[in-house]
């Protein structure tokens, strides 16, 4: 799209250029890169000047409109009007807290997101000085996207560290394995192949898992309600890929998704510590 002067004359044109991401005190920030395309500025014309520009963003999903914030430039803007026509690119900055970043990431359930993107600023050309702007819209790549996420380290305090033997049993291996790709898909926004690797990464080690007890409930021992913790674990994992109670395909939402991929790196960090110290 475009911005022009108050003549009307067709001034700079901008798409979206890319995306990254940073870790703040508190936050996180998104840099988003926009490439303005100069055009040649006519010797019979006033030069022309942009300036004081701002970038709002608002993510679409489903055809509604969801505003994040007003991304603020990197410099000031001061952007001239060229004998020849020139490229020139910017990023603007959108700070966000954590849980908007959170609502973010439930709002595009795993779709690559759509963003709309408005950029305003002041034109000068001559003695006149008027208000311009013009919107856009870019889909972000699952890959770019994923990236950012990365680069602001969110979400990375899933990344537990697991006790590991320095040659660790061929099971526990298969099963961290297992939670690699879960978490993987965590940042893809794929809960249900979250949560159907975590079934993997448990069934890779059950076998080292004694018996269910027998005895009553409340006469259970901590180990014994340990196992018992991760049996009832792996049954609700066992709902991924499968139908429910009315033939609908089961499906988990972000936060259920983090629930049993943190639970199951604390019964596979269990296992393999046990049999660590055997």
């Known amino acids: 799209m475009s911005i022009t002067t108050p003549t009307s004359y067709q001034f700079i044109e901008f798409t979206f250029a890319g995306l990254s991401g940073t870790e703040l005190v508190g936050g996180y920030l998104l840099r988003w890169s926009l490439q303005f395309d100069i055009t040649n500025h006519d010797s019979v014309r006033a030069s022309a000047e942009f300036i004081n520009a701002r970038l709002d963003i608002a993510l679409e999903v489903d ?3 969801r505003n994040l914030g007003t991304a603020v430039p990197e410099q000031p803007v001061w952007i001239t009007s060229q004998p020849r026509s020139t490229k020139h690119s910017m990023l603007f900055d959108l700070p966000l807290t954590s ?3 959170e609502s973010l990431e439930q709002l595009r359930a795993g779709s690559p997101p759509k963003f709309m993107f408005k950029l305003t600023g002041e034109v000068i050309e001559g003695e006149q000085r008027h208000t311009r702007s013009d919107s856009i819209s870019a889909t972000v790549s699952h890959e770019m996207w994923i990236e ?5 380290k969110f979400r990375s305090a899933l990344v537990y560290e697991t006790p590991f033997a320095i040659d660790p049993d061929e099971t526990v291996k298969a099963a961290h394995k297992a939670m690699e790709r879960a978490n993987h898909f965590l ?10 690797k975590c079934r993997i990464a448990i069934e890779a080690v059950e076998t080292h898992l004694p018996g269910s007890p027998s005895s009553p409930k409340k006469t259970w021992t901590k ?3 340990l196992v018992g913790i991760i049996s009832q674990l792996k049954s609700y994992t066992q709902l991924a890929h499968h139908l429910d109670e009315i033939g609908a395909q089961t499906q988990f939402n972000r936060k259920e998704a983090i629930f049993v991929l943190t639970s199951t790196i604390g019964a596979i960090a269990c296992i393999a510590e046990d049999l660590d110290s055997k």
């Open 223 to 225: 180990d014994e309600r």
């Open 99 to 101: 849980r908007a970043l």
């Open 187 to 196: 940042y893809r926004g794929d809960y249900d192949e979250v949560v159907a």
């Open 63 to 65: 055809g509604q409109i």
């Open 148 to 152: 950012a996420l990365q680069q602001m």
